[in-house]
């Protein structure tokens, strides 16, 4: 009887916990980390060790995801900057939440979880179009930088997730008028909001997982093809002559890839590119296990003293060797080589194939996911 009401106790603590961080994870990026220590303890509260190894054991995703790990860990072995290294395992640690949470949830919570983290994209989003219309000041952000919360970058990939999703229940729904005028508008606001916020990686992740959504609806077809296309092009038209950030940071991308023909690096896309081509260089002399984890800043260095490359300014240079490579891919098979990418690629397979029976949760996974390695 006991064990039973201590049982309810978790249940309903590990309910309503999950709600309030879905809420939470547009808003605080510092809750988020409060939440993956509150779990972890929830989970060792449980106590039920056996039934919880049982279903992460049932989730073959986890054997996918500590073989990738357990390499990034043994690259220590040859790593040249433990220092970097240790800050590197401390982030992947942030992992274990999701085994945590799959411990944890139940499967008829999923959708008060997703309505829990649209409710704060919600709020997120009214505060953004109050810091882009001038009405107050939030965080220090400008009407020139409208996201309240995380990085512009971060957050347009959380835009472009919500949009997609009240993109694809405003499809699927059947539902009265009146929902469907509400899903709508909330897409409207939304996707005004990611064409704002001055985020292109989330704008391309958008544009481009738009035509998965169409495909889940109208299967891989012409009619898919055009009205994605259609909704894309009215889309990125009506932003880019309706939308002043819009059309100045589009402006920017393109002048960027005309200094590049021109031999300009020294500007975003620029050290993008020269990222590219460090980490080939780099991947040419430790093809098999890289440099080990924490080491990208090792191998741009070492590429840099190594190769004359042109169009690089010295400035750029420094840069390029103290600073994240903007792009996950060229990180894990720099410091994993193409073993470490090779066993990243295989868990995102696995993602991909997990069996869901909800199809609805199944193709918003799909879309969560498709958002996210674009995000990488």
């Not at 603590?13 to 939470?24: D, I, K, T």
């Not at 899903?183 to 985020?199: E, P, R």
């Not at 055009?226 to 940071?249: E, H, P, V």
């Not at 991909?352 to 029976?357: E, F, G, Q, T, V």
């Amino acid at each position: 009887m006991n064990k039973n009401k201590s049982f309810l106790t978790i249940e309903i603590v590990s309910y309503y916990s999950l709600l309030l961080m879905a809420f939470a994870l547009p808003l605080s990026r510092a809750a988020i980390s409060f939440f993956i220590l509150w779990f972890f303890i929830l989970v060792l509260i449980k106590r039920d060790y056996k039934s919880s190894f049982n279903i992460l054991k049932e989730n073959k995703i986890f054997l996918y995801l500590a073989l990738f790990f357990g390499y990034i860990i043994l690259s220590l072995l040859w790593s040249e900057d433990y220092a970097s290294a240790w800050r590197h395992i401390r982030l992947y640690g942030y992992w274990i939440i999701v085994p945590c949470i799959v411990i944890l949830a139940k499967k008829e919570w999923l959708y008060k979880i997703l309505n829990a983290f649209l409710l704060g994209m919600f709020l997120s989003e009214i505060l953004s179009y109050g810091i882009f219309f001038d009405l107050w000041s939030f965080n220090g952000r400008t009407p020139e930088y409208p996201t309240p919360f995380m990085t512009h970058i971060h957050y347009s990939i959380f835009l472009a997730f919500t949009s997609l999703v009240l993109l694809y229940r405003f499809l699927f729904e059947n539902a009265s008028l009146r929902f469907k005028i509400s899903l709508f508008l909330f897409f409207c606001l939304t996707t005004t909001n990611l064409m704002i916020s001055t985020g292109r990686l989330g704008q391309l992740a958008f544009f481009i997982t738009l035509f998965f959504v169409f495909i889940m609806r109208y299967k891989v077809s012409i009619k898919s093809i055009f009205l994605a296309s259609l909704l894309m092009i009215s889309i990125a038209f009506i932003s880019y002559n309706g939308l002043d950030l819009f059309k100045k940071r589009i402006d920017a991308g393109f002048s960027d890839v005309d200094k590049i023909s021109n031999n300009d690096y020294d500007n975003s896309f620029g050290a993008r590119v020269s990222w590219w081509v460090i980490t080939y260089d780099a991947l040419k002399e430790k093809p098999l296990f890289g440099y080990g984890i924490g080491s990208h800043k090792v191998a741009a260095k070492q590429m840099i003293e190594k190769h004359d490359y042109e169009g690089l300014t010295e400035q750029l240079k420094v840069f390029l060797y103290s600073s994240h490579y903007h792009n996950q891919y060229l990180m894990i098979v720099v410091e994993g080589g193409i073993i470490g990418l090779f066993l990243f690629l295989l868990f995102i397979y696995k993602v991909y194939r997990l069996k869901i029976d909800d199809l609805e949760m199944k193709h918003i996974s799909i879309i969560g996911i498709t958002v996210c390695l674009i995000g990488f």
